[in-house]
Antibody, heavy 124, light 108 residues
Framework: EVDLVQSGGGLVQPGRSLRLSCRGS????????ISWVRQTPGKGLEWLGF??????????QYAASVKGRFTISRDDSKNLAYLQMNSLKTEDTAVYFC???????????????WGQGTQVTVSS | EVELTQSPGTLSLSPGERATLSCRAS???????LAWFQQRPGQAPRLLIY???TRATGIPERFSGSGSGTDFTLTISRLEPEDYAVYYC?????????FGQGTKLDLK
């Protein structure tokens, strides 16, 4: 059974950093792209970026709103993906989800499997 | 950036009724890259439909998707109690991937 379990998150002050983790199980982790999506009451669901699987060399893409501040990485030996968030702003307050693509090796990603979500609150 | 606009914002229907949800894209897109999600309170989104019309694994037949170009529709043929939730469309044809703002399906 495919499962994504997230960890990290919590309360952080503006300007500080935080790293979220997403551990996959039940599938060939390195073969799949992992994306990060966040959700706020005001802006709804927002795609943040992805890291592709090994067939695409683990390349990354980011939304403009987080490019340069957020970094997605992966450690396939540990079945882990990360979202490193730097220079956090109050508007980064959201529930953050990791998601897995439906089919490995697909260029266009379909978000079939989701982590449970983790709350990040940026406040002084 | 492809903007997705969903309508209506809220849809109030009774169990057994038919629900029709709309998603309009700001530019024409391939049907291959339009998906629909269901989200219940406190849960992650659940993939219902991908490729505009293909049901994801385990999704009941009462859910169907259609459309092309800029206009897409999610239809729930006969509402069950567990269908009351928020529904989102999403495109993955070009980055940034984008979501619609959602349609809330309410119990009438």
């Amino acid at each position: 059974e495919v499962d994504l379990v997230q960890s990290g998150g919590g309360l952080v002050q503006p300007g500080r950093s935080l790293r979220l983790s997403c551990r996959g199980s039940g599938f060939n982790f390195g073969a799949h792209a992992i994306s990060w999506v966040r959700q706020t009451p005001g802006k709804g669901l927002e795609w943040l970026g992805f890291i592709r699987g090994r067939s695409y060399g683990g390349t990354t893409q980011y939304a403009a709103s987080v490019k340069g501040r957020f970094t997605i990485s992966r450690d396939d030996s540990k079945n882990l993906a990360y979202l490193q968030m730097n220079s956090l702003k109050t508007e980064d307050t959201a529930v953050y989800f990791c998601t897995r693509d439906r089919i490995s090796g697909s260029y266009y990603l379909e978000f079939q499997f989701w982590g449970q979500g983790t709350q990040v609150t940026v406040s002084s | 950036e492809v903007e997705l606009t969903q309508s209506p914002g809220t849809l109030s229907l009774s169990p057994g009724e038919r629900a029709t949800l709309s998603c309009r894209a700001s530019q024409s897109m391939s049907t291959n890259y339009l998906a629909w999600f269901q989200q219940r309170p406190g849960q992650a989104p659940r993939l219902l439909i991908y490729g505009a019309s293909t049901r994801a694994t385990g999704i009941p037949e009462r859910f169907s998707g259609s459309g092309s170009g800029t206009d897409f529709t999610l239809t729930i043929s006969r509402l069950e109690p567990e269908d009351y939730a928020v529904y989102y469309c999403q495109q993955s044809g070009s980055t940034p991937y984008t979501f619609g703002q959602g349609t809330k399906l309410d119990l009438k």
